[in-house]
C-alpha cells in the first residue's frame, strides 16, 4: 500500500488500542501504560509499505487482526519481538580492542557513567558556534537513565570494562528526559571532552562519515545498515521498519514508550546486543549517518538474532541541540 494509506491505517489502528488498552496489557505484567503493540511501516518497494506490527506476546494478534478486513491482512508485517530492552550492560564476548582504555577516543568504544555497566561512544558532535567536541551515547549510558547530574563524570572504559576515575574523559553536558508518559522520541546524551583529551572522529570502519545526516524520507526498501558497537563490533543489518510507534522499552524504572523508532534486523544474526547502545548507525550506500541505536529485543529478526531499534540521527540532533561535525579530522583535541 501507499505510505499514506499505511500511516491512516497505522492511526486508525492506535485508536483503537488507546480504546481497549486491557486487551492487550498481559504481556508486559502489572504495567497498563504499554499496549504491547508498536506499529510502523515496513518498506517493501518503491513508494510501497505494508503496515508493520510488532507484539511482545503471539496472543495479541488476535486483538489487532481482529480489526482488519481481508484486503488490510495482506498489507501487514506481523512479527513477535518479545519485551525490548535497552542496551547498556555487555554481557557476552565482544572485540577485546573496543573495550580497552583508547586513545586518541573514537567510534564503538567502551564509554559510560560511573553509576553504568558500558555503553558504546557513537560519534562526536558539537554545539552550533562552539569548537569542542562532544561525544554523543544514549542517556542511559552517558546519564544513567536521568538519574546522572549535568557535569558528571565521562568515562573510557566504562565501568564493567574497568573504567575508574582515572579513565575520566569529560564531563556530561546535557540529555534528554525519559518521560513516563507515552511519546518518547530519543534516548540521547552528549558529554563534554575535557581539555587535551585526543579524539579521531573519523574512525569508523573504512573512514569517516559523511557530513550530512540522512533523512528517512531518502530510505529504500530493506536499506542496507552498519553500526560499530562496544559488544559486536562491526556489524551490518537491514532497515526492517519505520515511523514506529508505540516501542515500549524496559528500562530498570518501568516501561518508556518511543514513538517515530527504526527497527533494524542483522543480516545473519543479530545487529546488536548488550554494551552496543550508543551507537551510531550510517547507510551503507553512501555512509550517511541516520540513526543512535538504544534498545533490542531478543526475539523477531528473521537471522535469528531479534531486532534493533534506533532513534532518528536528525531528532537526536535537534533534541540535544547539537550538529554532526562537517570537518572531522584525526586526530584532534578538544
Known amino acids: 500500500m501507499l505510505p499514506d494509506t499505511a500511516r491512516e491505517l497505522k492511526a486508525r489502528l492506535s485508536r483503537r488500542l488507546s480504546e481497549a488498552p486491557a486487551a492487550t496489557a498481559s504481556a508486559v ?82 564509554i559510560s557513567h560511573p553509576d553504568v555497566t558500558a555503553g558504546t561512544l557513537g560519534g562526536f558532535v558539537r554545539r552550533p558556534g562552539t569548537d569542542g567536541l562532544l561525544v554523543l551515547s544514549n542517556n542511559h549510558v552517558l546519564a544513567a537513565g536521568d538519574a ?25 553536558g546535557a540529555f534528554v528526559r525519559l518521560h513516563a508518559d507515552p511519546g518518547n522520541l530519543v534516548d540521547a546524551a552528549v558529554a563534554a571532552l575535557d581539555h587535551g583529551v585526543p579524539a579521531d572522529p573519523t574512525a569508523y570502519p573504512g573512514g569517516a562519515l559523511l557530513p550530512a545526516v540522512a533523512a528517512f524520507d531518502d530510505v529504500d526498501p530493506e536499506e542496507l ?43 545473519t544474526g543479530a545487529f546488536s546486543a548488550g554494551g552496543d547502545s550508543g551507537s551510531v548507525i550510517w547507510r551503507s550506500r553512501d555512509r550517511a549517518p541516520l540513526g543512535l541505536l538504544f534498545a533490542g529485543s531478543a526475539e523477531g529478526g528473521s537471522a535469528g538474532g531479534g531486532v534493533t531499534f534506533a532513534n532518528p540521527l536528525p531528532t537526536v540532533l535537534r533534541s540535544l541541540g547539537v550538529e554532526w561535525l562537517k570537518d572531522p579530522v584525526p586526530p584532534t583535541t578538544r
Do not use: M, N
Not at 558497537?229 to 524496559?250: F, K, L, S, Y
Not at 514508550?257 to 527497527?263: N, Y
Open 29 to 110: 505484567g502489572h504495567v497498563t501504560r504499554w499496549s504491547g503493540v508498536a506499529l510502523g511501516l515496513a518498506p517493501v518497494g518503491p513508494e510501497q509499505v505494508h503496515l508493520a506490527i510488532r507484539l511482545i506476546d503471539r496472543i495479541d494478534a488476535d486483538v489487532i487482526l481482529s480489526g482488519l478486513d481481508g484486503a488490510a491482512r495482506e498489507e501487514v508485517d506481523v512479527r513477535v519481538i518479545g519485551p525490548v530492552r535497552p542496551l547498556p550492560a555487555a554481557t557476552g564476548w565482544s572485540p577485546a580492542e573496543l573495550q580497552h582504555r583508547v586513545r586518541p577516543l573514537r567510534p564503538g568504544v567502551s
Open 148 to 172: 546522572g547530574s549535568e557535569g558528571d563524570p565521562a568515562l573510557q572504559p566504562g565501568v564493567a570494562d574497568g573504567g575508574t576515575t582515572a579513565d575520566r574523559i569529560g564531563a556530561l
Open 225 to 267: 545498515v552498519e553500526k560499530l558497537g562496544r559488544t559486536t563490533g562491526h556489524t551490518r543489518g537491514r532497515i526492517t521498519a519505520v515511523e514506529v510507534d508505540g516501542v515500549g522499552v524496559q528500562y530498570d524504572d518501568g516501561v518508556h514508550t518511543f514513538d517515530d523508532q527504526v527497527e533494524i534486523e542483522g543480516l
